[in-house]
């Protein structure tokens, strides 16, 4: 996450040369793209650390620096 980044609430990820950016909520892709196999693996990722992510949106919203999600 980037500190003061646009809404809706989201979250980078790089995969290789591959980026994207995938929505806290709905944990769908809203822009780039990654393998399947990827894709799945980061959605997985995303499930197990759902409140994180979601105290890092509201961090980073904030402009403050998101805390590292494991």
């Known amino acids: 996450m980037i500190a003061g ?3 809706p609430p989201h979250f980078h990820a790089r995969v290789g ?3 994207v950016q995938i929505a806290v909520e709905s944990l ?3 822009e780039g793209r990654l393998s399947k196999r ?3 693996q980061l959605r997985d990722w995303a499930k197990q ?3 994180e992510l979601r105290r ?3 961090q980073a919203s ?3 620096q ?3 999600i494991q």
């Open 5 to 7: 980044d646009h809404n």
């Open 17 to 19: 040369t591959d980026e």
């Open 28 to 30: 769908l892709v809203i």
């Open 38 to 40: 990827h894709e799945r």
């Open 49 to 51: 650390h759902h409140d």
């Open 56 to 58: 890092a949106w509201a």
């Open 62 to 64: 904030n402009n403050q």
């Open 66 to 68: 998101p805390d590292p």
